[in-house]
């Protein structure tokens, strides 16, 4: 979790497009005229068709072409809101964020009571540094269901990419209370309570948790390797970077921490660590610096 915290994927698609019967590519290249003239059951059929299009692109990453289908569902529908928060989801995940922001806005005129509008809105918001419209809406989002753990993550990143980790730290919990099972929300608890240097021993006990609901997590291997080198137990640190690099080896900052583990080992391979950690994410040891994860001023003999 030392990683950017990035665009969250804020509506899980939870629709397995080849389950219920893969769309033909065909259908979307049939002209929106000839959909339209066609009977009703036609054009709903259409419209089902062109959502699963939209679906099954975003799952494999095509997101203009996903786009590309909601745009000719929603052509047929416009007042279909399902379809306008699938298609911000996409727009956002794809850097457009202003049309994201109107797709939901959209919802909101819609369909005031769906809160799923408010929540990915400023989970958007948070990604345009629009900080009063992104926890306005997370608030609307809480009024309309108390205690959502989606909504309660996404502020708790707020709080976390503002440098406010006791307050993520508040919501992680809230969140967990209501989705214990969601092993992200372990990692990033861990993750705040690690950036907080506080409480390690159970930000230990997060990252442990989070890798048993989903050992391959590069993510939840890094915050433990991070947890492990506040404890000063610097063996085991470099063994959760090493798993984290073995998932993901450009984690830039998982080779930082190895480095840094290994350098408090006197260990010089801990300088090639931290030289490739630099060469992919120049800033890195500024980033991590603010928590306290500092490069020795001495360095090994031989170094």
């Known amino acids: 979790m030392a990683g950017a915290i990035g665009l969250l994927v804020v509506c899980a698609l939870l ?19 000839d959909i339209e003239s066609r009977t009703a059951s036609d054009r709903a059929m ?17 997101l203009k072409e996903a786009i590309a289908d909601c745009d000719k569902a929603l052509l047929l529908d416009p ?119 506080r409480e390690v021993k159970a930000a230990l006990a997060d990252c442990n948790e989070s890798i048993r609901l989903d050992p391959r997590s590069s993510f939840a291997h890094d915050s433990r390797g991070f947890a492990l080198l506040r404890l000063e137990r610097y063996r085991e640190a470099i063994g959760s970077f090493g798993r984290a690099l073995a998932l993901q080896p450009r984690l830039a900052s998982s080779l930082f921490g190895r480095g840094l583990a290994r350098l408090s080992l006197h260990d010089t391979a801990g300088l090639r660590d931290v030289a490739a950690a630099k060469a992919i994410e120049p800033g890195i040891e500024s980033r991590l610096g603010r928590y306290g994860f500092r490069l020795p001023t001495r360095f090994p003999s031989g170094a």
């Not at 259409?46 to 095509?62: P, V």
Request: glycine letters at 6%.
């Open 15 to 33: 629709l397995s497009t080849r389950s219920v019967g893969y769309p033909s590519r065909a259908e979307s290249a049939l002209p929106i005229p």
């Open 46 to 62: 259409a419209i089902f068709r062109f959502s699963l299009l939209c679906l099954d692109a975003s799952n494999r990453g095509r």
């Open 79 to 197: 007042a279909r809101t399902d379809l306008l928060i699938l298609r911000g989801n996409i727009e956002a995940m794809d850097g457009r964020l202003a049309e994201a922001v109107r797709d939901y806005t959209r919802v909101t005129m819609l369909a005031p009571s769906e809160p799923a509008a408010y929540r990915n809105r400023g989970a958007t918001y948070m990604l345009m540094k629009r900080d009063k419209e992104a926890l306005a809406d997370f608030a609307r989002a809480l009024k309309l269901v108390p205690g959502d753990p989606s909504t309660l993550e996404l502020r708790g990143h707020y709080y976390q990419l503002h440098d406010r980790p006791d307050l993520a730290i508040v919501e992680y919990t809230a969140a967990l209370a209501g989705a214990p099972g969601v092993a992200r929300l372990w990692n990033s608890r861990c993750w705040a309570r690690v950036t907080a240097n």
